[in-house]
């Protein structure tokens, strides 16, 4: 493991049982470049190995959450470069990261870093967030989800409209297309990002886990087998200790205490 204070672009801190990653390259609103990239992914890592962390926030600056892939690194680069280090493909380790992902986005998140929020579980987005996947405009398209998250998260019209022109959607179009669950005044971001991880992170663990991992079948499958894996995992949930901790405390009208976090 990496130590936390050997990071260089990003800022690792914990509350209770929320972990937070702050994107750190404020001379380049946050830009993504292999630093960051390995940075991110062995702290989000670590979180997720470390079962005192039930939820993952991770945010940028008030400016830019992340203004995309860092253009002055990748302009260097050859095909046979890209194709060798099979570039950006070291963020596919985030998909392996089972604690839930909370994106807090203020300001930019363009190219790689609108695709790095969707890349988290749910994305809290303050009024000043701006989403954009402007890669046309430099001669390449986007390469970390920005054509299939984004079209399965708001639909062919507008992901086409992101990806061909370069609009940017605003915080509230961004939520009326279902890109983000919730808006927030800017200077409330990190509050109420960090509220809805401990909301979460209070549950118990495997079936917030049994959760995540039923709602994402939903991408991968078909209808049919997406309600047959939730039915099983639904089953499955009575084998915990924590479901007959969770109906007691109901039926006993007090605060469940779960053991299994
Ligand atoms: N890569 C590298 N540096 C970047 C950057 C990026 N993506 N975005 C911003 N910066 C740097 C700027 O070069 C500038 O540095 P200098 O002061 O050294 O010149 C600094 O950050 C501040 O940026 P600006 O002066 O441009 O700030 P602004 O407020 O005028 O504009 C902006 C903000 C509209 C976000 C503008 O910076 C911008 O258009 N950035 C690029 C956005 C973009 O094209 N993103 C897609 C990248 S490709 C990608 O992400 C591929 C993929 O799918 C993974």
Redesign the pocket.
């Known amino acids: 493991g990496v130590d936390m204070s050997d990071y260089t672009t990003i800022k690792v801190s914990t509350d209770g049982r929320v972990g937070t990653i702050t994107l750190n390259r404020p ?3 946050n ?1 993504l470049n292999l630093t960051l990239m390995g940075e991110v992914v062995a702290a989000m890592e670590a979180f997720d190995a470390d079962t005192g962390i039930g939820a993952i926030v991770l945010t940028g600056s008030a400016k ?1 959450f992340a ?6 690194e990748m302009s260097a680069k050859s095909h046979a470069d890209v194709v060798n280090e099979d570039m ?1 493909s070291h963020w596919d380790r985030l998909i392996g990261v089972r604690t839930p992902k909370v994106a807090a986005v203020s300001g ?1 998140a ?3 870093g609108c ?1 790095l929020a969707m890349m988290c579980d749910l994305v809290v987005a303050a009024e000043s967030a701006k989403f954009g996947q ?2 046309t ?2 001669g ?1 398209i ?3 989800g ?1 054509t299939q998250r984004l079209t399965r998260a708001v639909g062919k019209a507008v992901a086409m409209d992101l990806v061909l022109t370069d609009r940017m959607l605003s915080a509230e179009e961004a939520a009326s297309y279902g890109l983000v669950s919730r808006v927030v005044p800017t200077d409330d971001l990190l509050t109420a990002a960090a509220d809805v991880a401990a909301k979460i992170a209070a549950k118990s663990l495997p079936v917030v886990y049994a959760a995540k991992e039923s709602v994402d079948r939903a991408f991968e499958t078909t209808l049919r087998e997406g309600l047959m894996f939730e039915r099983r995992a639904f089953h499955a949930c009575f084998a915990f200790e924590d479901r007959a901790e969770g109906m007691a405390a109901f039926v006993e009208k007090r605060k469940p205490e779960f053991k299994n976090r």
Do not use: R, S, V
């Open positions: 001379e380049a609103l830009a830019a203004a995309g892939a860092d253009i002055k950006i930019y363009l190219g790689g695709e402007p890669e405009n430099l390449i986007p390469g970390l920005g």
